[in-house]
């Protein structure tokens, strides 16, 4: 399977990859913090050619479930325009999270508006890459936190060809035991494209996203290396950059 990591600097994703010894880099297309449209990448032609796999991590506003039409809206645009970005630079998808609503009330809205953003994007002949939708840690109100949401989630989307993104530090700080955790997802979905494998500095169920270094975490890390054996897909590091070597070589060496 192939290792690799989220790297920081977009820049140049596949040299700082290469240094890392990634077999596979995340990067974002914008800022990820804001609305800003994806320019074309100044190394696209050797992000495309290299031996390094690459995925496209979308930018933190995007939220296709909320029902508020002025922050949906351009989410949807953001998440058409980011995958084309994404297909720009050979990516093998674009995460986007699961996002929120504002009560429980609303779930249902939630997931009427994850649906309506792949129907629409049908008419126009469907994403550029496929979107990887990736659980979440927090929130009470959240599309993807708990599994028994995601499988709500997937009976409105799956048909549309959605790619599931597992993140161990969300599923554990959401409350989602990491035992058995990749059968439990793949009987939902059916698949996993994508696995962010990070640890949490927060404990079980404390529905805080904060990632830590596999040796500094409140994850057994046997578990997530059984996670990564037994998941079938890409894995990227999105742990503390001071540690992510040690976090790679760690894999390299347990996972085998
Ligand atoms: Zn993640």
């Avoid at 995007?62 to 720009?88: D, G, Y």
């Amino acid at each position: 399977m192939r290792i690799g990591a989220h790297v920081r600097q977009d820049s140049d994703p596949i040299g700082l990859g290469a240094k890392l010894g990634a077999e596979v880099v995340q990067f974002f297309v914008v800022d990820p913090q804001s609305w800003d449209k994806p320019k074309p990448h100044p190394l696209a032609e050797q992000i495309k050619a290299s031996e390094i796999d690459v995925v496209i991590h979308s930018s933190y506003q995007i939220n296709v479930a909320s029902t508020n039409n002025r922050l949906r809206m351009p989410s949807r645009q953001a998440v058409a325009l980011q995958a084309a970005a994404a297909a720009e630079l050979g990516a093998f998808g674009l995460v986007v999270h699961g996002g929120h609503v504002r009560s429980d009330a609303e779930i249902e809205a939630g997931i009427i508006n994850w649906r309506k953003l792949f129907e629409r994007q049908q008419d126009k002949g469907g994403f550029a890459v496929p979107i990887l939708i990736e659980n979440t840690a927090g929130g009470n109100h959240a599309m993807a936190r708990h599994f028994d949401s995601i499988a709500r989630l997937w009976d409105a989307v799956g048909d549309f060809g959605a790619g599931f993104c597992l993140d161990t530090c969300h599923a554990w700080a959401g409350g989602e035991e990491l035992v058995g955790v990749v059968d439990r997802i793949k009987a939902i979905t059916g698949r996993i494209d994508l696995v962010h494998l990070n640890s949490s500095r927060d404990e079980f169920n404390s529905g805080a996203d904060r990632h830590a270094n596999l040796s500094e975490g409140t994850i057994d890390p046997e578990l997530l290396a059984e996670v990564c054996r037994t998941a079938g897909a890409p894995v990227v590091l999105e742990t503390p950059a001071d540690g992510v070597a040690d976090d790679i070589a760690y894999l390299r060496e347990h996972v085998g």
